[in-house]
C-alpha cells in the first residue's frame, strides 16, 4: 500500500512582518506520534507554516490528508486553505485541532455547521486523536461513513441527521516521552536555518484556571512531563545546529516555567549549552504565577537571558475571585520587583480590561499598585473573548453584561489564492460596571502609563523615583496636561481613542465588506491602520513628537516641585536637554548623514553620570558638577543597519524608521555621550 500523504500546517501570516518567528513544532509532535503509532513506511508527511508553500504543493503532489492548527492568529486563514484544498482535491479529507474552537456544543456545531470544509475538529489534545483518525482513514474509513459514528476526541457532524456528533475524550497523554522527540528524529531539521526560533514543550498543561484563558480549564490542570534525559538530548541537538546563530532565542511552550523543581534541572541543562556553545543569549517562556524565589533563582543560572513576567491581570478582588485568577500577595510582589531591579531584569506586568466587576476606579488602582510596586513596564490589553474560556461562555456574558465589538488581530491579514483573509477577534468593551466610555479612558490612561514604561523615557521614570513624586499623581497629572495643553500633543491622545473606536466593528463580516476594498486594503499594507494602537502610538510619538513630549513631561515634574529651589530647576534642565540631545531619533530618521555629526554639549550638571550611577546612596545633588560631553553616534554599528535596512525596504529612510524601532529598539539609534573634561 502506498503511504498515505498528509499536509499538516500551523500557518502563519507574513503580509507585514512575520506574525511568529517559533518553529512550528506542535504540528511536528503530532507527526511525530502518529509516524510512531501507524509506521515510518504507512505515512508521507510534510510540514508548513508558510500558506503559499502549501497550497502550491497541495496542487501538485496532492495529499490526501490536510491537517491544520486553529489560534485565533490563523483560524481565517487556515478555513481558507481549508476551502481552497477542497475545491483542487474534493475528496480530500480536512482535520482541524487547536485552541480556537468554542466549548458549549451549540456552539460547537455552530461552528461546524458555519465551516463545512472542516470535516473533522479534533477538541482536546492532538496526538493521540488524530493518530486514531489517520489509522481509520487508512484502514478504508471514508468521511461519511466516519462521521456517522463518533470517534475519540473529535466532533463532527451527521452527514444525514446534520447535529453535531461528539467522540468521548481522549484521556491526556501523561507521560509525554510517548511522543517521539521530532527534534531527534529529524522531522524539525528544515526549520534550523537561522529564520526560525527552535521550540521545545518541557510540560504540558497549568495547574491555573483563569477564566479569560484555554489553558485555564480543567481538563489542563494537571501537568505531563517529558523526562529530563529525553529534554537533555532534544536541547543538545537542538545547540548544536543553532548555535551558529547566537542571536537566535530558545523558546519553550511552558505556561509557568521556573515554579516547579522540574524546572530547575531544565535550567541546569540550558546553562550547560550557555557555557559550552554560547547559546541561548534569549529565552521566550512564559514563567511561573508562584515560586518566585525558584524562579529568580532560575534566571540567575540562565545568566539572567530570562524576562521574568510577573502578570496580574487585575487587582479587584471581586474580578480575580470570578475569573478564579490568583495573583502573589502585594508584599511578596514588591519584594519580587525590588530582586528584578536589583540583578538588572526588567519587570514587566499585563492588565487585562474590563472583565467582569472591573471598575474604572479599580482598574485605575490596579495601575497604581503595580507601578508603586516597582514595575517598569505595563502591558495593557482589552479583552479578548477566547473561544471556549469561562469569558465566551453565555453564563459570563449575560451575568456580566459583557458587550462586545470585533477587530482586526493587528497585523494578521493578508491575501492568499487570490482571496483577502482578515484574523478577527472579538474584544469586550463594556460590562455592567464599566461603561463603554470608561472603557474608553481606561485605554488612554493605560497608554499614557504605558508610553512612560518604555525605554526611551526611563530617565522620566528615575526622576519621578529619586525625587520621590507619587507616579500615580504624576501620570494622572501628565495625562490632565496633554488633554488641556492644545497642542499636537493632545491630538495624539485624541487620535488614539478615535482610532480605538474606528477599530471596532460590530460583526466579523463588517470588516470583511469594509477591508476587501482595495483603498482600504492599502491603508491595511501601509500600516495605516490594523496595528496594535499602544505599539503604533507610541512609535509615533518617539518619531515625531519626542521634544515636545519630554517638554511636556518636565513641565508636569516643576509642577511638583518647589519652583523657588533654583537650584533642582537648573538640574531638570540640565537633563532635560542632556536626553533631548541624545534620544531625538528622529534627526536620524529624517536626515541619514546626521550620523556625522557631532557635538559638544555643555551642562551646569553631570547628566549621564548621575544616569549611569547604580550607588543607591548617591542622590541627584551629588552631581551637580559642571560638565562637557562630546555627543555621536555608534557609526559604524549603525551603518551596517541602515544598509541592511536600505536593501530590505529601500533607502527613504523615514518611511521605514517604525519598522526599525520595533526592530532595534529605540536605543539602538540613541546617540552617545562622552565626558571630555569637567569644570574646576
Ligand atoms: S496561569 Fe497562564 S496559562 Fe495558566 S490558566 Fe492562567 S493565564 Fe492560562
Known amino acids: 500500500m502506498n503511504p498515505i500523504k498528509i499536509a499538516l500546517g500551523d500557518l502563519r501570516h507574513e503580509t507585514v512582518g512575520r506574525h511568529s518567528s517559533l518553529m512550528p513544532v506542535g504540528i511536528g509532535y503530532i507527526a511525530s506520534y502518529a509516524l510512531s503509532k501507524i509506521g515510518q513506511d504507512a505515512l508521507e508527511i510534510r510540514l508548513y507554516n508558510n500558506p503559499d508553500k502549501l497550497t502550491k ?49 451549540g456552539k460547537c456545531r455552530a461552528y461546524l455547521a458555519k465551516r463545512s470544509m472542516i470535516d473533522f475538529y479534533v477538541y482536546g489534545e492532538g496526538e493521540s486523536a488524530f493518530a486514531n483518525l489517520v489509522t481509520k482513514i487508512r484502514e478504508g474509513g471514508s468521511i461519511h461513513d466516519l462521521k456517522l459514528f463518533p ?90 545546529k543553532i548555535h551558529k546563530y547566537p542571536a537566535v532565542p530558545l523558546a519553550l511552550y511552558d505556561s509557568n516555567f521556573g515554579m516547579f523543581e522540574h524546572d530547575e534541572e531544565v535550567a ?13 543569549n534569549s529565552i521566550i517562556v512564559s514563567t511561573g504565577k508562584k515560586n518566585y524565589k525558584r524562579i529568580l533563582n532560575i534566571a540567575s543560572r540562565l545568566r539572567n537571558v530570562l524576562q521574568v513576567a510577573v502578570s496580574v491581570q487585575s487587582l479587584n478582588p471581586k474580578t480575580l475571585d470570578i475569573i478564579k485568577r490568583e495573583n502573589i500577595p502585594m ?73 462586545t465589538k470585533y477587530r ?38 493605560a497608554f499614557v502609563s504605558s508610553l512612560f514604561s518604555c525605554l526611551q523615557f526611563d530617565v522620566i521614570l528615575k526622576l519621578v523615583e529619586e525625587m520621590e513624586i507619587d507616579i500615580h499623581e504624576y501620570f494622572l497629572y501628565f495625562w490632565e496636561l496633554i488633554k488641556t495643553c492644545n497642542s499636537r500633543r493632545e491630538d495624539y491622545c485624541n487620535n488614539f481613542v478615535k482610532e480605538t473606536e474606528e477599530e471596532l466593528w460590530d460583526s466579523p463580516e463588517e470588516i470583511y465588506v469594509h477591508f476587501e476594498k482595495k483603498d482600504n486594503y492599502n491603508m491595511l499594507l501601509k500600516r495605516e491602520v490594523g496595528d496594535n494602537l499602544i505599539k503604533k502610538y ?55 548623514a546626521d550620523i556625522y555629526q557631532e557635538e559638544i554639549l555643555h551642562l551646569s550638571f553631570d547628566a549621564n553620570g548621575w544616569y549611569l550611577n547604580e550607588d543607591l546612596n548617591k542622590q541627584l545633588a551629588d552631581f551637580d558638577i559642571p560638565c562637557s560631553y562630546r555627543i555621536f553616534y555608534a557609526k559604524n554599528e549603525l551603518k551596517d543597519i541602515l544598509q541592511v535596512s536600505d536593501k530590505l525596504h529601500g533607502d527613504k529612510i523615514k518611511l521605514h524608521a517604525g519598522k526599525l524601532l520595533n526592530q532595534w529598539g529605540a536605543n539602538k539609534f540613541w546617540r552617545n555621550c562622552e565626558k571630555f573634561c569637567i569644570h574646576s
Open 538 to 592: 507610541t512609535t509615533k510619538v518617539i518619531l515625531e513628537s519626542f521634544i515636545p513630549f519630554v517638554e511636556l513631561a518636565f513641565v508636569a515634574i516643576r509642577k511638583h516641585t518647589d519652583q523657588r529651589n533654583t537650584t533642582i530647576i537648573g538640574i531638570l534642565n540640565a537633563i532635560m536637554r542632556w536626553m533631548i540631545s541624545l534620544r531625538n531619533v528622529n534627526a536620524l530618521f529624517s536626515n541619514k
Open 268 to 280: 541546569d541543562c540550558i546553562r550547560r549549552l550557555q557555557d559550552e556553545y554560547k547559546w541561548p
Open 331 to 403: 508584599d511578596q510582589y514588591k519584594v519580587i520587583q525590588k530582586k528584578l531591579k536589583e540583578r538588572g531584569l526588567l519587570s514587566t506586568a499585563e492588565l487585562i480590561m474590563p472583565l467582569p466587576e472591573e471598575t474604572k476606579r479599580s482598574y485605575f488602582k490596579g495601575i497604581k499598585s503595580v507601578i508603586e510596586a516597582g514595575v517598569k513596564r505595563i502591558t495593557p490589553y482589552t479583552t479578548m473573548m477566547l473561544k471556549g474560556t469561562y469569558l465566551d461562555s453565555n453564563e459570563c456574558r449575560t451575568k456580566y453584561n459583557m458587550k
Open 57 to 105: 504543493d497541495i496542487n501538485n503532489w496532492k495529499p490526501k490528508i490536510i491537517g491544520l492548527s486553529n489560534y485565533c492568529w490563523n483560524t481565517e486563514l487556515s478555513s481558507l486553505v481549508f476551502e481552497y484544498t477542497k475545491r483542487i482535491i474534493p475528496d480530500v479529507i480536512s482535520i482541524a485541532g487547536g485552541p480556537e474552537f468554542p466549548r458549549e456544543h
Open 408 to 445: 482586526i488581530l493587528p497585523l494578521q491579514f493578508g491575501e492568499y489564492i487570490g482571496e483577502k483573509c482578515f484574523e478577527i477577534e472579538e474584544v469586550c468593551v463594556a460590562t455592567n460596571t464599566m461603561s463603554y466610555g470608561e472603557y474608553l479612558e481606561c485605554r488612554e490612561f
Open 151 to 240: 470517534q475519540e476526541g473529535i466532533m463532527s457532524i451527521h452527514p444525514e441527521k446534520d447535529v453535531l456528533v461528539v467522540g468521548e475524550p481522549l484521556p491526556r497523554i501523561m507521560d509525554l516521552d510517548k511522543i517521539p522527540s521530532p527534534f531527534l528524529n529529524g522531522i524539525m531539521d528544515s526549520w534550523f536555518n537561522g529564520f526560525y526560533s527552535p521550540t521545545i514543550e518541557t510540560i504540558r498543561g497549568c495547574p491555573f484556571s483563569c477564566g479569560f484563558c484555554r489553558a485555564g480549564l480543567p481538563t489542563y490542570n494537571r501537568l505531563a512531563m517529558f523526562s529530563m534525559n529525553r529534554l537533555k538530548d532534544e536541547l543538545a541537538y537542538i545547540a548544536k
